[in-house]
């Protein structure tokens, strides 16, 4: 437990650790509540102009003449641009990075100039007096296209019978191979080897707000002010910064309440930094919201994976080795400025992951296709790499005839063998794995969920029971992006400042994306100053304003923007303990800070009123010595060094019921044991488990974006595109185990993206675990009805 | 040109009168027209019920009727059920137990769980997943919105 190792308060004083632990409601959710939250599309402007695109109806397409003419004699048309005018105004952009060796991308501009690579890339720009003009003179543009050959399916793309890009040779985006030298005899020394191939259907974030940008140039001081819906406002400054050459101190970029982010609002998107163009283009803000369709075909998408993995163990159960060979589907272009090689990377650097085997062989490519983009969402890699592990792990426990939970026993890194390097080269502070699965089966009651499921496949009900172990890498320091040449902070920043009336103002560069990164931030500041929790007010998303930092993205926000609060929170109280000496004429150490008082450290009797003390500070300096000054606003950064990413663990099972006559998985309950550190708010860390597993579910069971064979996207609406509704979702059952890291004196680890990570793999095994009567096995996902329909048709017809 | 008529309707308690394209949804002419940005926009389409609104005391969605459709009407949105602490219970115990996060959906989520308080005030758990089916949350995984709405329902019955 991380609660006696924090001391917030100096030692002999009687006090606990605050708010920290707490489940303090989120201040700034009460806005929320009232609808009188500022999304982009509530700003209103003067002289607001709006922006619709016109996109390519065609996977892959010369454009061979835009006709503007009579677009622009719509009423309301301000003017429509093509790439060629946009470009004038935005370069082109390349996203590789130097740490991901061999990965290339083509050149990739704002509006595509001459070629369309995917159905839904803009060709054009249309801004009008509003947006539904805009949208009618899009429909008025006249174009002409030759088709050009598509390239859909991943293995045609790797083959290379077309090539997308001339100029790069082949369809190879990045490929990266690992080989520990063991793994050819550690499979021909094994008393059993499994192999199976599984698939991960290619789905996106669906975010409710559709992405959002207002741009508003200021042509008499060549400045940009951007309100964007984004998790990473000092990334963005740089990039609007230098693709548009207007200098970075003139660019200011915004984020005020963002309807939901999982990594979908932290990339480059193309019809954004139009936007931003268009608004220096005609000196007037301009405004895009991308609406649901254009969602689908222009945010990022992520998964489509097809792995073959195989898995070497002793009869003992002792896995030997993991061999793994990944390809997975990317659009046409590498996505700017963090790669689309992550994700694959991922896969390679923690498949395997929970276990201690020593051999371990991966092979990965990333091809191009002429589909939408995909790039980082929620989970980045985990859920396939969690999901294969954990699937080919309960099926070699299957061939052994050995309890799932008992394989996972005999084969998870011991909770004392930290620090540890696990094959893949990456590198475990601590991690507790035994004592979350110890936890995990004692939470759900595993063995009566086994008699019960027995019990009832006598009566023909199919019940199954899926574990899925994880490890998760949150807390990421440069090695993630920086190393690479990216311009993205892994560093972030926090200053406090003590009010006049004794109220405390927190700046942070991590964003809040209704995390409830602020409502922490409360809570560590409120903390380390001494302070009532409603004295504190939280400021994030501005890059006037706060200090300079990467945002929200990598499970980073609470371990290295809360140890920042934390450190600037320590910082401000030694500050306010030096005015108070001065103004008691008292030794420093003799007094303390409770209750927004400074009191006596020993008797804890008030001696001064932080209000008291502010008035004095700011308004009658004159009446403290000389000297003195004081320095009631403080700043200070953090930056995980020691780890390239503090790994958190963790496990999860799902409990499901299949109706083998429709192929219905009914989803019967979910638990989760999550070991992230230190919990700062255990209601709100619950809460982004929760919605975390609900977004894997929907990975494992609704979601896909589906093509036909011309990259048409088949299903992009919401009515097609099956997310997870209220009624089919589970209760689910959280539990922590809590290993601070100390790497930093908070001891938080992230834990945004762990129910994603661990879910798909859970609910699948759960399935197959159903099925395992019938003789059958899915390993396709989405698991949808006529999918394991299918898988049982297969089985009896193997019978 | 486009076609425009003349509308007078009360929206929250207040009556308004306008000339609107006839082509603008509801929601559209709430946001735009009277700068009620509460309800929200998420599909467009009638599946998210981000932006949905009380007409004449029944929930619609705001994005699947007409603002001339609404002439004549008693229209309800965020705002004036806030205002009117009509929603103040409900509020309480979604901000207690942290049933929103981003907060995108939460009108709209407001008023189709008002609307199951005010017709089935002993609704159970399964009533209440199956009454908010057709509000889509990305961000909770539901269950603390259904726990909030028992919450409001046990402590009224």
Sequence with gaps: MGKAELPLHAPGTQLDRGYIGQSVPRPNAQRLLQGRGAFIDDLRFPRLAHAAFFRSPYAHARIKKLDFSIALKQPGVIGIFDGRAVAEYCTPWVAVLAHLKGIKSPPQHAIAIERACWQGEACAAVVAESRSQAEDAVGLIEAEWEELPVVVDMEASLRGDVVIHEELKDNVCFRRELDTEGVAGA?????????????????????????????????????LTVYHATQAPHMMQDIFSRHLNIPEANVRVIAKDVGGSFGIKVHVYPDEMATAALSVMLRRPVKFVADRLESFLSDIHCREHRVRVRLACMKSGEILAFDLDDLTALGPYSVYPRTSGIEGNQVVNLTGGPYKHREYRARMHAVFTNKNVTCQYRAVGHPIAVALTEGIVDLAAQKLGMDPAEFRRRNLIADDAYPYTFPSGIKFEKLSHHQCLDKLLDLMGYQKLRQEQDRLRRDRIYRGIGLAAMIEVTNPSPAFYGVGGARISAQDGATLRLEPTGMVTVMCSVTEQGQGTEGIFAQIAASAVGVSIEKVRVITGDTGVTPYGGGT?????????????????????????????????????????????????????????????????????????????????????????????????????????????????????????????????????????????????????????????????????????????????????????????????????????????????????????????????????????????????RARTRA | MEQALDITLTVNGTAVSRRVAARQHLVDFLREELGLTGSHIGCEHGVCGACTLRVDGEIVRGCLMLAVQANGCRVDTIEGLSDSKELAPLQKAFHERNALQCGFCTPGMLMAAQDLLKHHPKAGREEIRLHISGNYCRCTGYQAIVDAIEEVMHGKG
């Design chain 1, 553 to 793: 993205w990598a499970s980073r926000g609470a371990g290295i923007g809360g140890e920042a609060v934390l450190q600037a929170g320590r910082a401000l109280r030694a500050n306010i303990l030096e005015v108070a000496a001065a103004t008691l004429k008292l030794e420093r150490g003799l007094l303390d800070i409770v209750d927004n008082s400074v009191v006596d450290r020993l008797t804890l009797e008030t001696r001064m009123p932080l209000a008291e003390l502010g008035r004095v500070a700011y308004f009658r300096p004159d009446t403290l010595p000389p000297e003195f000054q004081s320095e009631l606003t403080v700043t200070r950064h953090y930056t995980p060094r020691q780890y390239a990413f503090t790994f958190t663990n963790g496990i999860q099972a799902s409990l499901v019921e299949v109706d083998p006559d429709t192929g219905f998985v009914k989803l019967l309950k979910h638990w989760c044991v999550e070991d992230s550190g230190t919990v700062v708010n255990p209601m709100l860390v619950d809460e982004q488990i929760r919605g975390g597993v609900v977004q894997g579910i929907g990975a494992a069971l609704y979601e896909e974006c589906l093509y036909g064979p011309d990259g048409q996207l088949l299903n992009g609406n919401l009515a097609d595109y099956l997310v997870p509704m209220a009624p089919e979702m589970p209760d689910i059952v959280c539990a922590h185990v809590e290993t601070p890291t100390r790497q930093s004196q908070l001891g938080a680890k992230g834990v945004g993206e762990a129910g994603t990570a661990g879910a798909p793999a859970a609910v699948m095994n759960a399935i197959n675990d159903a099925l395992a009567p019938l003789g059958a096995r899915v390993t396709r996902m989405p698991f949808t009805p006529e999918r394991i329909l299918d898988g049982i048709a």
């Design chain 1, 187 to 223: 499979f021909s020394g094994a008393d059993l080897v499994v192999e199976d191939t599984f698939h991960f259907g290619r789905h996106t974030g669906a975010c409710l707000e559709g992405r959002a940008i207002l741009a508003d140039y200021n042509a008499g001081e060549h400045s």
